[in-house]
């Protein structure tokens, strides 16, 4: 089962111990306390039936008639960034050991880790958090669909792109990779690059479901890996419910060891979304590489950065703080480098949209966790803009459109942009269960 995900193993972080070093361009920037990075689209990412990671790219030709006719490309966009410390491991082997540990066994093994100062997403800038919003937003969607952002005003609507297949794919020039044809349910994004390829950007979709307010063909998948990431228990909520595994027991009691096992199986985002990263680091070996996010593409890309030490930027995901102990991350020694955003009317966000009657559970999600690792960029709407708590806030849409496309007052009369970063504390979850060694042949009842 698990033998795609530990040959991948042996992909990242080649170019760490190869001798390369970043571009003299990046290490030039890095002195800089502000930096403005140019990104164009250059491939876009699914996932086969058989969890293979899948790459379209989009060839230089195709960006150039992107162009307008002072020869500026429309398929670009600039984001802000600033060096920031971040950790790497210092050995490529250790790691490999570790990720395997937790694969196999289940178990945390400490290892060696090497502060690194590389260029993050500015996430103190309000155009910063704007610009990388709409790259999540579209990361839901096809350049010709109605909801595409044009991002930095210069984001051209494309009716068909010409698309170089690699890793296997067969397209022709009206087709889109597997992952984005009407009828395909899987893991999905785009890839972003600076024209140096000296920083790339991996945007994950969240969950597409009419509940959230889009729809779509990927809501079954979505489904299913929400209830097992965010749930307490394989979203055991009443005995109403079909579980997601089979860890729950008597009462209020759950399989620990059931539910890390279910956490690795190769069909879960998460394994597909590491190799991901795999293959994208494997193409762009010098790059420093951000992964970014919404709902929980969000905490895909919090769970990802956990496990390479790369930066990421989450917003409105669920709680991921307990999925990533029950996978044992190989985690840094700080998580500073994850960043969340989200505001307090988002019900999913701030792990309220639980209980038999919440909204979640009408539409058949257990989305019980609220602890976010790294740190928490949080809007106060409730407060600060008498907005009411409902499910409808959650969607990146209205993050753009309400929170982030104008000076957020609180903050401006402070002289912020932004809410200021902070680490969450005294954060409890699930704090009803009781999770341990329960033998699987134990009297079953709801």
């Not at 972003?192 to 991996?202: E, G, K, L, Q």
Request: with cysteine.
């Amino acid at each position: 089962m698990l033998l795609s995900s530990v040959a991948t193993l042996l992909v990242p972080f080649l170019s760490w111990f190869s001798g390369d070093k970043p571009s003299s361009i990046h290490n030039k920037l890095l002195n800089e306390p502000h930096t403005t990075l140019q990104f164009e689209l250059r491939q876009l990412h699914a996932v086969s039936p058989t969890a293979q990671v899948l790459f379209a790219d989009i060839s230089p030709p195709v960006l150039k008639t992107f162009s307008d006719p002072s020869g500026s490309t429309r398929a670009s966009y600039t984001v802000r960034s600033k060096a920031a410390k971040t950790f790497r491991p210092s050995s490529f082997a250790a790691h490999t050991q570790a990720r395997l540990r937790s694969l196999h066994f289940g178990e945390n093994e400490q290892l060696p880790w090497e502060e690194e100062e590389i260029l993050h997403p500015d996430v103190e800038s309000r155009e910063t958090l704007l610009e990388l919003a709409k790259m999540t937003n579209n990361a839901y969607l096809e350049p010709t669909d109605d909801g595409w952002y044009d991002l930095d005003k210069k984001w051209n609507v494309v009716r068909h792109l010409s698309l170089v297949p690699i890793a296997s794919l067969t397209l022709n020039s009206k087709s889109l990779p597997f992952g984005w044809e009407p009828d395909d349910d899987g893991f999905r994004g785009h890839v972003f690059a600076t024209p140096d390829n000296s920083t790339v950007v991996i945007t994950i979709k969240g969950t597409s479901a009419g509940l959230f307010g889009s729809g779509g063909p990927t809501q079954k998948k979505d489904k299913f890996n929400d209830n097992l990431l965010f749930s307490c228990c394989c979203a055991h909520i009443d005995w109403t419910w079909t579980t997601v595994c089979g860890c729950y027991r008597n009462g209020w009691k759950c399989d620990q060891n059931c539910l890390e096992h279910a956490l690795i199986s190769e069909s879960l985002f998460y394994p597909i979304g590491t190799n991901l990263y795999n293959n994208v680091s494997y193409a762009f070996p010098n790059a420093n590489i951000w992964v970014i996010g919404h709902s929980l593409g969000g905490a895909l890309s919090s769970l990802i950065g956990i496990t390479f030490g790369v930066p990421v930027v989450a917003f409105e995901a669920p709680g991921e703080r307990l999925a990533a102990t029950r996978l044992h991350l190989p985690s840094p020694p700080s998580t500073h480098h994850v960043t969340h955003v989200y505001h307090t009317a988002d019900p999913i966000a701030m792990g309220t949209c639980n209980g038999i009657l919440s909204s979640c559970a009408i539409g058949g999600y257990a989305l019980e966790t609220g602890c976010h690792v790294g740190k928490s960029i949080v809007y106060d709407t409730v407060s600060n803009a008498s907005w009411s708590v409902d499910i409808r806030t959650h969607g990146i849409v209205q993050v753009i459109d309400k929170i982030l496309s104008d000076p957020w007052p609180p903050s401006v009369e402070i002289g912020r942009e932004v809410p200021e970063a902070a680490v969450e504390v005294d954060c409890v979850e699930c704090y009803s269960w009781e999770f341990g060694d329960f033998p699987a042949d134990q009297p079953f009842s709801n």
